[in-house]
């Protein structure tokens, strides 16, 4: 457990030792409240969390090996694309801003806010973490660069002219299952981290991860320090060699080993 997460434990109100078999999966929800308290997270992201628990239960709560191969794959995409970018909602911001940040600067991915329950205050909230952890640039706030994503009912359809909508690769962690569908139909690469194998948005995904977005970041940002220097024809080969069907099948089959 890094010290971070340790000095966050000491503060909780109902005391947990470090070596409570829950102690992670506390720090988790701690986190999530506290961002929730700061107007970071919606009520309705503390219950996406809660599905998405319950299925990282069944996964014995760590990266399976399919989960890993994915995260290289999705490394591979975002290092190969010429205009990357990592959409950050309110849950990811409240749990790994930081490392998110790392990710961005070691993949040269732009990072754009992205929230379906919009708000100036909370967007700007959000935003001032990712800055506070050194984040240079931070797009979708500004209304001016604001369009529409065509055939898209709900809030999702508004993104940033100069992100979302101008980027090639886009690494998502909570989506809205017809946004990704029209992305990809635009012809962009998507990346979703879900931990449910059956949702809409990990279907029709390029690359699905079904792994909790606690664990991704740390692994993506190791693999990509390794493979920043390899040739494009090596990470090619790897992307070439993937398929999101049947990784995710695989996936699958580890949460019903689960149950």
Do not use: W
Request: hydrophobic letters at 40%; glycine letters at 4%.
């Amino acid at each position: 457990m890094k010290i971070k997460e340790l000095d966050l434990l000491k503060k909780m109100k109902h005391k947990i030792t470090p070596t409570h078999p829950r102690a992670n999966s506390l720090v988790i929800r701690e986190k999530l409240v506290e961002g929730f308290n700061n107007g970071i997270v919606v009520p309705h992201g503390l219950i996406a969390h809660g599905r998405g628990e319950a299925f990282d239960y069944l996964l014995g709560e760590k990266t399976t090996k399919f989960a890993y191969e994915a995260e290289k794959v999705a490394v591979c995409l975002m290092l190969l694309s010429k205009k990357p970018i990592i959409s950050i909602n309110g849950n990811t911001a409240a749990l790994c801003a930081r490392d998110l940040v790392t990710l961005s600067n070691v993949t040269k991915s732009r990072i754009e806010v992205n929230l379906f329950h919009k708000s100036t205050a909370r967007s700007s909230a959000i935003a001032s973490i990712l800055k506070k952890e050194n984040a240079i640039v931070v797009l979708g706030l500004d209304n001016k660069s604001k369009t529409i994503i065509e055939n898209i009912s709900s809030n999702r359809k508004f993104v940033d002219k100069n992100g979302i909508m101008n980027s090639d690769t886009i690494f998502l962690a909570l989506e809205d299952g017809d946004r990704t569908e029209n992305l990809v139909k635009m012809g962009k690469k998507v990346i979703s981290v879900d931990l449910n194998p059956l949702s809409r948005t990990a279907i029709v995904s390029n690359v699905t991860i079904v792994d909790n977005i606690v664990r991704v970041i740390p692994n993506m940002i190791k693999i990509a320090k390794q493979l920043v220097k390899k040739d494009k024809q090596y990470l090619l080969r790897l992307v070439n060699s993937f398929n999101n069907k049947e990784n995710m099948h695989k996936s699958l089959l580890m949460i019903k080993k689960g149950i």
